[in-house]
């Protein structure tokens, strides 16, 4: 009578280590489900890119665009270094003007892209 104890137990045991892996694998497929239809890679893929073009974008603002503006302003070191003087505080008008020609840049960028790549027409809710 032990024998069959032990065979009934054994086979309870499986039969819930099976449910589990089939809970598991479901949950698996769900989430893989979930990332085809939502885009996720995608999107994973445009922060990548987004990080490598903003460095690349602040890179040629910071080194080339800036000192060439500030030449053509009459700085000797910079662009970024421009200032103008507000009492005893200052307005960094150099550095603000650097990140408003990053931004415009990275915007001009991305819309160039989504637009040469038709990536617009990708948009699942605008079909809908």
Do not use: W
């Not at 602040?58 to 103008?84: Q, R």
């Not at 990275?106 to 079909?127: C, E, P, T």
Request: net charge positive; hydrophobic share 50%; with cysteine.
């Amino acid at each position: 009578m032990g024998n069959v104890c032990k065979q009934a137990d054994y086979f309870t045991i499986s039969y819930h280590i099976l449910m589990i892996q089939k809970q598991v694998v479901d949950k698996v497929m769900g989430f893989m489900d979930f990332i085809r239809e939502q885009g996720v890679v995608g999107l994973a893929i445009g922060f990548l890119l987004g990080g490598a073009i903003s460095k690349l974008v602040t890179a040629l603002v910071t080194d080339f665009i800036n000192p060439i503006l500030g030449l053509i302003m009459g700085s000797k070191k910079g662009f970024e270094n421009i200032i103008i003087p507000l009492g005893p505080n200052k307005i960094l008008i150099g550095h603000f003007v650097g990140v408003l020609i990053d931004f415009i840049v990275i915007a001009s960028v991305v819309y160039f892209i989504v637009r040469g790549f038709n990536l617009d027409k990708l948009d699942k809710k605008k079909g809908a």
